[in-house]
């Protein structure tokens, strides 16, 4: 049996689904019964993503299958509770120290508010500082403040809802 040691990248996307983890668990104190549930199932499969990044072999994309999909299941719970203030696309937010790829904004629709525009403004020039932290402390903290502008866009539709 071979011992798996996971890279720097799969150490840094497990530091990150664990902040996530962490930042759903303090949601949970000021949160609605329902969004309360929600945060914790998304604690949970965070913790499951993180997990699987120290303890699995990635896959040819780099991310280990079973962080895979619990990060698909984390993103289908932010969608059907939007009160969590999580993003759709939260897995980004982890996969990115180990693909790469751009951080991108979900735009709710072509129309934004002026409000709503302002806060997608401040997401894309946090996603550059994200992109570019020079430690992991730093992106942290910064992941703290993508997630404060998410929960602001989340409350914004909302109201917009009625």
Same mark, same amino acid.
């Given at each position: 049996m071979t011992v798996f040691e996971p890279t720097e990248q799969s150490r840094?996307?497990?530091?990150?689904?664990t902040a996530l983890a962490s930042l759903?668990?303090?949601?949970?104190?000021?949160?609605?019964?329902?969004?309360?549930?929600?945060?914790?199932v998304l604690a949970d499969l965070l913790?499951?993503?993180?997990?699987?990044?120290?303890?699995?072999?990635?896959?040819?994309?780099?991310?280990p299958t079973d962080a895979d999909l619990a990060l698909a =299941?984390?993103?289908?719970?932010?969608?059907?509770?939007?009160?969590?203030?999580?993003? +759709?696309? @939260? $897995? #980004?937010?982890?996969?990115?120290?180990?693909?790469?790829?751009?951080?991108v904004v979900g735009r709710e629709g072509d129309d934004l508010t002026a409000d709503d525009a302002r806060l997608v403004a401040a997401l894309e020039a946090l996603h550059g500082h994200l992109t570019a932290a020079a430690t992991?402390?730093? =992106?942290?903290?910064?992941?703290?403040?993508?997630?404060?502008?998410?929960?602001?866009? +989340?409350? @914004? $539709? #909302?109201l917009a809802r009625g």
């Amino acid at each position: 049996m071979t011992v798996f040691e996971p890279t720097e990248q799969s150490r840094t996307a497990a530091a990150r689904a664990t902040a996530l983890a962490s930042l759903a668990r303090r949601r949970t104190l000021f949160a609605s019964a329902w969004n309360g549930r929600a945060l914790h199932v998304l604690a949970d499969l965070l913790d499951t993503a993180a997990l699987s990044f120290y303890e699995e072999a990635p896959a040819a994309d780099g991310i280990p299958t079973d962080a895979d999909l619990a990060l698909a =299941a984390a993103e289908v719970v932010a969608i059907q509770t939007p009160g969590t203030g999580f993003p +759709a696309q @939260l $897995a #980004q937010y982890v996969t990115h120290a180990v693909t790469g790829r751009p951080l991108v904004v979900g735009r709710e629709g072509d129309d934004l508010t002026a409000d709503d525009a302002r806060l997608v403004a401040a997401l894309e020039a946090l996603h550059g500082h994200l992109t570019a932290a020079a430690t992991e402390e730093a =992106a942290q903290a910064l992941l703290e403040a993508v997630f404060a502008l998410h929960d602001k866009r +989340a409350d @914004l $539709a #909302q109201l917009a809802r009625g």
